[in-house]
């Protein structure tokens, strides 16, 4: 296995681990007051798109060259610690 394959399995692990985490905390927001529960939809709205844009690179880093691929990583890493960080900060509101 290279290591842009082990990297591109790694990133997929977490990004997978966040996206259950999303679907659990997204069914306490459900249980949450209609007022309450418009604005968990709107962020869970907002994460979900985080979510797409982290996997999007992701693939794109797996499709990438050799030589241009850890290029990317960091980038990859900014996506990553960012829906983390939102993904973290939903959390701590419900």
Do not use: C, P
């Not at 290279?2 to 990297?7: H, I, L, M, V």
């Not at 990004?15 to 604005?39: F, G």
């Amino acid at each position: 296995m290279t290591t842009r394959d082990k990297y591109v399995e790694k990133m997929k692990a977490e990004l997978d681990e966040l996206n259950a985490k999303m679907t659990r905390v997204e069914a306490k927001a459900t249980e949450a007051k209609a007022d309450a529960r418009d604005k968990y939809k709107e962020e869970m709205g907002k994460l979900q798109h985080q979510s797409k844009l982290a996997t999007a690179k992701l693939e794109e880093i797996r499709l990438a060259g050799e030589g241009t691929w850890d290029k990317m990583t960091s980038e990859m890493e900014k996506m990553r610690d960012a829906f983390t960080h939102s993904f973290n900060y939903f959390k701590s509101q419900i």
